[in-house]
Structures are given as structure tokens and as C-alpha cells.
């Protein structure tokens, strides 16, 4: 199940689909099949592992990171082809969450495989943890990243917001960018700043793995935007609503946003419930007068704040990020 796990995190994140690995193992203990799920669209982990060990899966054990899926979606049921394989026996470690795949577990039972669930599950749990959260969900994680001062500001009396935070902070944003796979900012953000939203190199030349671009608001994108003359794809969600931006990214198989939004853009994910980390990157720096990093939220009396949890704090170049997540509500 190590060497399973091991195989499985090879796999990628973000994905519409979970990160999984399979081990077939002979009665004499030779392993005579490995693989992997390469994300969605792909064959499942099981069928890769059964395909390489063709016939000496007779009788084998197949460990694997997660139940085997029951359904047929884009691939078939992993459960039959275990069957119909001649596999003996099935360990798994951690159960299914999604309801259309579950059910792998008894259906090995009914065919008459030895079943053991359970084994090694936190570290299952652990590589997919994201995942599951997006399942349960059933809408794209979001992250809010900002910067202010030390004093709260994220923009100048004047308007005036770039930059906060120095070019190490900076390369940090887009180190982390390129660890989501769409960047959301609103059209106030596209007008008052042109960003490009696309992921740096720390010598200015472009990541080979773009996030998709995604710009939401009704507001037109002025032609010769930076944000569309860079490279990759830049959807357009003509909407203020972010349930149904969230909606629509979900459906383009997003599921871990970048949110780099301005103050009514943060507004609006922040009062829908819709944020669930931030990062901070708070600069020395004072500016007295001038714009928060977040419009309104309604909240009128300390008793009613939203209080996050940190998880974690460090020291970027100039300034500190601090990483706090919202409680499950
Ligand atoms: C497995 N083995 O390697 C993976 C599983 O759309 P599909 O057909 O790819 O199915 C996706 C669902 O199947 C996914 O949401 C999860 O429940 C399960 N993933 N199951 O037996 C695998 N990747
Ligand atoms: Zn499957």
C-alpha cells in the first residue's frame, strides 16, 4: 500500500478526479503490475496496474489508494475488471466519498474477493484531502490572496495599489498561482490594474503550466487588456454572482481557484461563504488613508467577525504571509 500511495501522488492535483495508485501482487509476493491515475479522462489507477500484469493477475492481491469505483463514467467499472481479471484479493485504503463511484467494496464481496478497506486511509485521506472537500462541496476550493500594509491598506488614498509587498512576495503569489488551476480576479481588477494573471518564471519568462484565466463581472474588457494578449485561456464569467462564476468554472473541471480579486470582488466571495483560504502578505509599510483590502461585509459588532484559523505564518522577503483557513461551516 506504501509503494500504492508512492504511485498515486505521481498523479495531478488540481483535477475533476481523485489521486490514486494500484499494486498487483502474485501469491508468491512478486509485484507483477503498477500504476496510476493520470487525472480525469485517463484510466483508472486499477486498469493501468491490470493491464501491465495481464495474466498473473490470476489469484492475485490488488492493493489500491482508493475503493475501486462501481460506475461506469468516463472509464469502466474498476470493481468488474478486478473480477474479471481473476484478482483474489482487494486491499483498499481509503473509501470512495463520491457517491456515483462508491459501492466497489460490496460489489468484490458479492463476486466472491477477499475485501480488506481501511488500510493506511489517513495517508489516502491526506493526498486527496482537497479533493474530497471539493466532492463534498460540489463547487471549486477558493483561495483569497491579498496585500496590505501594516496598517490595513491595500491601496492608497489616491488608488494607487501596485506594489504592496516587493518582487519576493510577488514571485511567492505566482508560485503558489501555478499550484491552482484558474486565477479569478473581476473586471474592476482588469481595468484599474491590466494584470496579466499568468504565471511567472523568477526570470520573467512564462511557467510551462498555465492556470486558466478567468475574469468575472459585467463590466467589458477593454481590447488590449494585458489579460488577453498573454498566453493560455481566458474565460469570461458574465456574472456578479460568485456561486454561479464558481458554478461555471466547476463545470470546465476547476477546482482549486486563485482569487485575486479587489475589495468588491472579495466582498462578494467573503459574504457567500465562498473563501476557503487566505493569504496575507502584510508589508511594513503605512498608508493611513486609504482603501481596505475588503468592501462590507456586514458584520457590524466585534461578537459577529468572521473569525478564520491560522495555518501558518512566514517571512517573504519584506513582508509576512500569513495562511489562514476558513472553519468547515
Ligand atoms: C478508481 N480508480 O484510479 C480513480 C477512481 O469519470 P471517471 O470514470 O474517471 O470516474 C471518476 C470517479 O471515479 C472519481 O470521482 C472517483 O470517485 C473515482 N476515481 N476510482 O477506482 C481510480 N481515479
Ligand atoms: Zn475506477
Given at each position: 500500500m506504501r509503494r500504492a500511495l508512492q504511485l498515486a501522488a505521481a498523479g495531478p492535483w488540481p483535477d475533476p478526479n481523485p489521486r490514486v495508485g494500484c499494486v498487483v501482487v502474485a501469491?508468491?509476493?512478486?509485484?507483477v503490475g503498477e500504476g496510476f491515475h493520470r487525472g480525469a479522462g485517463t484510466p483508472h489507477a486499477e486498469a493501468e496496474a491490470l493491464g501491465a500484469a495481464g495474466l498473473a493477475a490470476r489469484g492475485a492481491t490488488a492493493y489500491v489508494t482508493?475503493?475501486?469505483?462501481?460506475h461506469r463514467g468516463r472509464t469502466g467499472p474498476c470493481a468488474d475488471a478486478l473480477v474479471e481479471a481473476g484478482v483474489a484479493r482487494v486491499v483498499f485504503a481509503q473509501s470512495d466519498p463520491n457517491p456515483d463511484a462508491a459501492g466497489g467494496a460490496e460489489r468484490l464481496h458479492a463476486a466472491g474477493l477477499h475485501v480488506t478497506g481501511g488500510v493506511l486511509a489517513d495517508e489516502a485521506g491526506a493526498l486527496n484531502d482537497r479533493w474530497a472537500r471539493t466532492v463534498a462541496l460540489g463547487r471549486p476550493l477558493v483561495t483569497w490572496k491579498l496585500a496590505t500594509t501594516l496598517d490595513g491598506r491595500s491601496a492608497a488614498a489616491d488608488g494607487t495599489?501596485?506594489?504592496?509587498?516587493d518582487e519576493v512576495a510577488r514571485a511567492d503569489v505566482h508560485r503558489l498561482r501555478a499550484t491552482r488551476d484558474a486565477v479569478l480576479v473581476g473586471t474592476g481588477t482588469v481595468l484599474a490594474d491590466d494584470p496579466r494573471l499568468t504565471v511567472r518564471l523568477p526570470d520573467g519568462s512564462l511557467a510551462p503550466r498555465q492556470p486558466l484565466r478567468a475574469v468575472m463581472g459585467l463590466r467589458e474588457v477593454p481590447a488590449g487588456a494585458r489579460v488577453d494578449d498573454a498566453a493560455g485561456t481566458v474565460v469570461r464569467l458574465t456574472t456578479r454572482n460568485p456561486g454561479e462564476a464558481l458554478d461555471r468554472l466547476w463545470h470546465r473541471g476547476v477546482r482549486d481557484v486563485w482569487l485575486e480579486g479587489g475589495p468588491t470582488l472579495a466582498a462578494a466571495f467573503l459574504r457567500a461563504g465562498l473563501v476557503d483560504d487566505v493569504y496575507a502578505y502584510v508589508a511594513?509599510?503605512?498608508?493611513?488613508?486609504g482603501r481596505a483590502a475588503v468592501d462590507d461585509l456586514g458584520i457590524g459588532t466585534l461578537a459577529d467577525a468572521r473569525r478564520l484559523e491560522l495555518a501558518d505564518a512566514a517571512v517573504v522577503g519584506g513582508a509576512v504571509r500569513i495562511h489562514a483557513v476558513a472553519p468547515p461551516s
Open positions: 501469491p508468491d509476493g512478486t509485484v482508493l475503493e475501486p469505483c462501481s495599489s501596485q506594489w504592496i509587498t511594513p509599510t503605512l498608508l493611513g488613508a
